[in-house]
């Protein structure tokens, strides 16, 4: 009995090739867009869901209460002295470590190379279970010296060599025995790195660190619980240890939050979790089911629209002795294997497709087909697939009456024309919102991409501060050296780069500030000539400047801080910094710039002049009537002739700010091609709807065309029904749309405002696309001789 239902079904698909490909290719198109996006969607979700205790592991957030808002710092937010606290005060902790990140030279006889390095205690090894290949995670990290590295950096360094026990050079001076070996890490791990390096080797290079105040945070704290159920006990105690550390002091607040959850849970709103990066998974997963449904609704739609032809097979079967059962699932059957044949060339369209889909996106995402979950997902989308897309037709066409299918079809099927119409109405529902939403997003980002950042970032580099250039006087000659040889016009030095924010604090106390009036400021660190060098400009006073003598008690002002702190004259001002005890004078307020996020207001800043370690980044203004090669090469030249072991690695601001769009460009991205696929599934399916109702309408034109309708009348007649339906579909689509990017916007403090042209194009675009489609057909079969349709009658 089965072989024959699979057998009749072939036949089917077979005999009707025309509408099988349109389903197929459909259905594969909508199952291709879908497998894509569901394995982007399970990249994303599967960060740091490697490690075997994940579910126990914790990061240490902090809460800064000021008097106007909380504002939560997620990472470098705790001082070095919490984690030891920690475990002794909170007894539901297994094991705890400190970590930062950072970069430098590591060199190994004659090569030497810039390389991501995590200085960590070695408790670390034991929350993180790392794939060892050489050496035991016990001991990896027990002594100062000691280094654990990547299997692809011990490649680099020493090739097919035996690596433990070789002896690296860290920033030319400090020796590191390499101690262990851990498989290269994939991309979807939080913490990336060449190099594991020991804490106490972070304390000897930065002393700073056993000194740190309470409210000082300069380092991530990792927690691994006994027990998941010792959460909310131990989040409890974590949130006391600062006012029990600091006299009853509330104004920080220290808690943990499971490390599962960092990739995705990244937005945080007066102290509370509000979303993140989840937001935007769960939009592709939207995406995903609109694109596969849209699929399923063509072969609804053609199925149904078929159903004069079925029907007779249906009532001949019946008369027969078919139960209805056996029909439903000969129609099934139909579906599965066309499910089944669309899945066969999604998976070839997939893996067509992945490879440009990794590069665009600079992700790193494969099928793992020794996966029985993977299997078992594909089996269960055929399946559900099928079961989707056929049940309305299965059901419908099983449900004819013999009697009156076998004395003709007039009035059988005119219940199934509400419905189709009902389906393309919602197919290019779905399609109009993922237009009006892909253009939504793209001008969004190209308004964050073009909006004035209140610096001229083009022709500005920066590069990182090693060795002999780490002394003052040296660095004054570097850069007197390119001024004089026209490489730049201008240069400066800053903590981090132009681009990123350096540290905060909430114990500035400024003339007229209210009791308990605190506000979380952003301090900076840079040399001489900043302004000068970023291209922004001052609107009040000066910068730092050398013929003013020592800086070293000066303080610039952005404009934001100005107004927060309401400072009527704000030049020659007294501002005191409580961490470090000291007073500054203000000498100047400068023109708020973004350096940070694109799409979030310009926060309070304070810059300071600091000519030490701190101020780690050189910035340079490359002279604009100098080829820019040109200046790049000098800049080498002179790097490497100054600091010869240290390779040369400079990057353009202008690049790092295109790459703080990274999750708008990914989006924007997905949102157009997807929502083209899904334009491109809803032609197919009116192309095939319009095939249908032409060859249906065929002898009625042709009887028009003898009494004298010309092809503009025909071609209206034909396209209108059509035309209804997608104006009918933009009608409820728009409101929907509307409604959608407004709230996907409200996350910027910095947006477009919604106007009616994305709108408008939707509309045009949906129109033209459905008269094109419909027009296909119906133009071929306007332009018959009425006599190939009417000499039978």
Request: glycine fraction near 6%; aromatic fraction near 12%; charged fraction near 20%.
């Amino acid at each position: 009995m089965y072989k024959l239902t699979l057998k009749i079904a072939w036949r089917n698909i077979w005999k009707n090739k025309f509408f099988s490909l349109i389903n197929i290719g459909g259905l594969a198109i909508g199952l291709a867009s879908c497998l894509l996006l569901l394995l982007y969607v399970n990249y994303e979700w599967s960060f740091d869901k490697q490690f075997k205790n994940i579910d126990q592991i914790y990061s240490v957030y902090e809460n800064d209460r000021m008097s106007d808002k909380i504002t939560t710092n997620r990472s470098y937010a705790t001082p070095a002295q919490l984690a030891a606290t920690a475990l002794q005060t909170i007894p539901g902790i297994e094991y705890v470590a400190r970590m930062v990140e950072g970069g430098g030279l590591i060199k190994y006889q004659g090569n030497s190379f810039n390389k991501k390095i995590i200085y960590a205690d070695p408790s670390f090894l034991k929350i993180f279970d790392y794939k060892f290949i050489k050496g035991d995670p016990a001991t990896a990290l027990s002594t100062p010296g000691s280094v654990l590295i990547t299997e692809e950096t011990a490649k680099v360094f020493f090739g097919n060599e035996e690596p433990v026990g070789k002896t690296l050079k860290f920033d030319n001076r400090v020796p590191l025995v390499v101690t262990a070996v851990i498989k290269n890490l994939s991309a979807n791990h939080s913490y990336q790195f060449d190099l594991l390096m020991t804490w106490s080797l972070l304390e000897k290079e930065q002393p700073y660190l056993k000194r740190m105040d309470w409210s000082d945070g300069a380092l991530n704290t990792i927690i691994q619980l006994k027990d998941e159920s010792s959460f909310a006990a131990a989040d409890a105690q974590m949130r006391k240890i600062f006012m029990q550390k600091q006299n009853g002091a509330k104004y920080i607040e220290f808690f943990l939050f499971p490390f599962k959850k960092v990739h995705l849970y990244n937005f945080f709103g007066n102290g509370k979790l509000i979303g993140g990066s989840i937001d935007q998974v769960k939009l592709y997963l939207i995406l995903a089911a609109c694109v596969l449904f849209i699929g399923c609704i063509n072969y609804m739609n053609l199925s149904t629209a078929r159903s004069e032809k079925r029907a007779r097979e249906v009532g001949v079967r019946k008369t027969l002795g078919a139960s209805r059962q056996a029909i439903i699932w000969q129609f099934l059957t139909e579906s599965i294997l066309l499910s089944s044949l669309a899945m066969i060339v999604a998976f070839i369209l997939l893996e067509t497709s992945l490879p440009y889909f990794n590069n665009l996106l600079g992700i790193e995402m494969s099928i793992d087909y020794h996966s029985y979950g993977i299997w078992t997902i594909l089996l269960l989308l055929i399946f559900i697939i099928g079961l989707l897309a056929g049940s309305y037709p299965s059901f419908y066409l099983s449900s004819f009456i013999p009697v009156k299918v076998l004395k003709g079809f007039k009035g059988i099927g005119g219940n199934s024309l509400s419905i189709r119409k009902v389906l393309v109405v919602v197919q290019f529902g779905f399609s109009i919102c993922m237009i009006v939403c892909a253009i939504v997003v793209h001008k969004q980002t190209e308004y964050m991409r073009t909006k004035p950042l209140g610096f001229n970032k083009e022709n500005l580099v920066q590069l990182w501060r090693p060795g002999i250039l780490a002394d003052n006087h040296k660095l004054e000659l570097f850069k007197a050296e390119l001024i004089k040889s026209g490489a730049i016009i201008a240069a400066t030095e800053t903590t981090n780069g132009v681009t990123n924010n350096a540290v905060s604090t909430e114990k500035i106390r400024w003339p007229g500030q209210q009791k308990n009036e605190q506000i979380r400021m952003q301090l900076h660190f840079s040399g001489y000539n900043f302004t000068k060098t970023i291209g922004t400009e001052m609107l009040l006073g000066r910068d730092f400047n050398p013929a003013f003598g020592n800086d070293s008690l000066s303080v610039v002002l952005n404009e934001t801080a100005v107004k927060t702190m309401n400072i009527k004259n704000p030049i020659g001002a007294r501002i005191k910094n409580d961490d470090w005890g000291q007073t500054f004078t203000v000498v100047g307020v400068m023109k708020d710039y973004i350096y940070s996020s694109l799409g979030t207001k310009v926060e309070p800043a304070l810059y300071f002049y600091r000519t030490d370690g701190v101020v780690n980044v050189i910035v340079l203004r490359l002279n604009p009537v100098v080829n820019i090669t040109s200046s790049i090469e000098k800049i080498k030249s002179l790097s490497q002739k100054i600091n010869p072991d240290y390779p040369f690695e400079i990057m353009f601001v202008s690049q790092q700010m295109a790459e703080k769009l990274h999750n708008e460009k990914v989006l924007g991205i997905l949102s157009k091609i997807f929502g083209g696929f899904a334009i491109f599934i809803s032609c197919l399916g009116l192309l095939g709807l319009a095939l249908y109702m032409a060859e249906q309408r065929s002898k009625e034109i042709s009887i028009r065309k003898v009494l004298g309708a010309d092809m503009k009348n025909i071609l209206v007649l034909l396209n209108k029904d059509f035309i209804k339906l997608v104006l009918i579909s933009n009608l409820i689509s728009i409101p929907v749309a509307y409604i959608l990017a407004f709230k996907w916007l409200q996350k910027y403090d910095y947006k477009i405002g919604i106007s009616y042209w994305p709108f408008l194009i939707a509309l045009l675009l949906s129109v033209l696309i459905a008269i094109l489609s419909v027009s296909l057909q119906t133009f071929k079969v306007a332009r018959a001789n009425p006599a190939d349709a009417l000499k039978y009658e």
